[in-house]
């Protein structure tokens, strides 16, 4: 490998969405053996308050099933702000599969906990006397949800927070949001905590006014993480010399992940860590 690109992270997205559920125990126990840098995964709060790993506030009717074995027919059938995590576990996300990844392994799984996650690494730690993976999360929030299906900011930092402080001091975090509230909390909070990296989500529209967000924002972020549609060799400097740096999502084919690291990008989010290993980093 050249030595330039000995840095160079892979996040895998939802633990290895290609290859297995996305956000299951099944998908980052897959990612970890595939030795990816970081495990990419997303968190919705429960109506006990419990930090659940879920992309959605709700169970995606692509590849859910009910309890009683019926699939989920509509994103609107369910509110997991109004379930207990009791309830939340008992529905299975990976038995249907998901027909955009066809390559994804279809098992029986359910939404785990962060704490989950957060014991499966040490585990994983433990058993390869590995320091080597970090945990990139993305708090899931819209300001249009506070209260219907997520609480307001201050509250949904405050609990994750609180399960980070069972994370081994070795293990590098990454919190990430498209919510510039929930990151301008978390950069308040940050020096009460342990230490974590903050993330600016962009969306596409966002990228070419890397100035105007950044100002709304308030702060310097440590990562910009936009679509990696929208980047280019001007844009990546920029922001390097800005002291940030440049992490792209969701990067699935070989060309793009290649494109990505030739433009000088710090790292990539994939649903195909398999690939990014084989072809960037050996």
């Not at 099944?26 to 053996?33: G, I, N, R, S």
């Not at 990546?236 to 990008?265: F, S």
Request: hydrophobic letters at 40%; glycine letters at 4%.
């Amino acid at each position: 490998m050249e030595a330039q690109f000995e840095n160079f992270e892979i996040h895998g997205h939802r633990g290895c969405r290609g290859l297995m559920p996305e956000n299951t125990i099944p998908a980052f126990k897959k990612a970890l053996e595939l030795r990816v840098d970081y495990l990419e995964l997303d968190v919705v709060i429960s109506k006990d308050n419990k930090v659940v790993v879920s992309h959605e506030p709700f169970f995606n009717s692509t590849f859910s099933t009910k309890p009683n074995g019926e699939p989920i027919v509509s994103d609107n059938e369910t509110n997991l702000y109004a379930m207990n995590y009791g309830e939340i576990r008992s529905y299975d996300v990976g038995l249907r599969g998901n027909p955009s990844f066809p390559e994804q392994f279809n098992v029986a799984a359910y939404k785990p906990l962060l704490s989950e996650v957060i014991d499966l690494v040490s585990d994983f730690q433990t058993a390869f006397f590995s320091n080597s993976v970090g945990l990139n999360i993305e708090l899931k929030s819209l300001p249009v949800e506070y209260h219907i299906t997520q609480p307001e900011p201050s509250e949904f930092v405050f609990l994750v927070l609180n399960d980070l402080n069972l994370v081994d001091s070795q293990v590098n975090i990454v919190l990430q949001s498209f919510d510039v509230t929930v990151l301008q909390i978390l950069k308040a909070q940050r020096q009460s905590s342990r230490y974590f990296e903050i993330s600016f989500l962009v969306e596409p529209e966002d990228n070419n006014e890397i100035d105007f967000n950044l100002e709304k924002l308030g702060f310097k972020p440590d990562i910009w993480s936009p679509n990696f549609s929208v980047l280019s060799k001007t844009k990546v400097d920029y922001l390097h010399q800005k002291g940030i740096k440049v992490i792209p999502w969701t990067v699935n084919e070989v060309a793009d992940m290649n494109k990505m690291r030739d433009l000088g990008c710090d790292g990539l989010i994939t649903d195909y860590p398999n690939r990014a290993i084989e072809y960037i980093k050996k």
